[in-house]
């Protein structure tokens, strides 16, 4: 797809499921969309929906009123300020991508995915461990999954699948009164808020979908190189802390081909599994 940006300042593009259902590739192609106006959490919508799902969903919110983060933190939005939407994808048992236990380097795919996109769009980006989307070392974006296994059936056999659900809130243009609601500095990115939000979306839908057709094949071993390429705190003093304390201090080598933290401490290389762990850098 040739990348096209709109500039017309003061506007903002609705966004149209039909849109971006004729923006779809090959990769995005498989993927059912549907845009609405309001809704809790794109997240816990779908969730609540899997058992009915015959295919991919994205459900993209124009205003997201309970959006959530990693260990139950609250997404902070406004519309047209925060593109908030959330992909439904079924990954077969039996290959690659087909566990709980495999899916541990998703987050870390779907960052990488989405980095790259912003990056072809002029956004310069970074990221960090394990699931932040950084630009001037402030977040603009991140990712929350949720997993859960069904049964399908069809015609001929009972397909068991694990689901997941990605979660994604990015800033476009965060005014200061969310900044402050936030309680943090964030990151925006002005530019994209005014790119046509369809086909930002077309662009995100299509990268999503061809990276999660990678990571079903060869897990996140096919990323691990590219993340590391884009790795806020290489070679850089980190802590990491655990429900607010600290649980390793070293250098930040990069991540292996699982999704794993590998830091260099006093005691001699150590990896980080992710979980509900977080990543702070030595000032």
Known sequence: MTTTVTSTPGTLSPLSTNQILLLRDQHGAQVDVEVVAETGSTNADLMARLGDLQAPLLRIAERQTAGRGRAGRVWHSTPGGVLTFSLAWRFKRGVQAGSAQS??????????AVAEVLLSLGVPVQLKWPN?????????????????????ETAST???????????????????????????AVADAPWLAQMDRNLLMAHLLNALAKAL??????????????????????QQNVLILDGGEQRHAGIALGVDATGCLVLQTEQGQVTVVAGDVSLRPVL
């Open 213 to 234: 057709e990678q990571f079903q094949q060869h897990g996140f071993s096919a990323f691990a190189a590219r993340w590391n390429a884009l790795h806020a705190y290489a």
């Open 103 to 112: 899916l541990s380097g998703l987050p870390l795919a779907v960052g990488t």
């Open 132 to 152: 932040d989307i950084l630009k001037d070392k402030k977040k603009l974006a991140g990712i929350l999954i949720e997993t859960a296994s069904t049964m399908i």
């Open 158 to 184: 009972n397909d068991d699948a694990m689901w997941a659900v990605i979660g994604i809130g990015l800033n476009l243009r965060v005014p200061e009164a969310l900044e402050a609601e936030i309680g943090q």
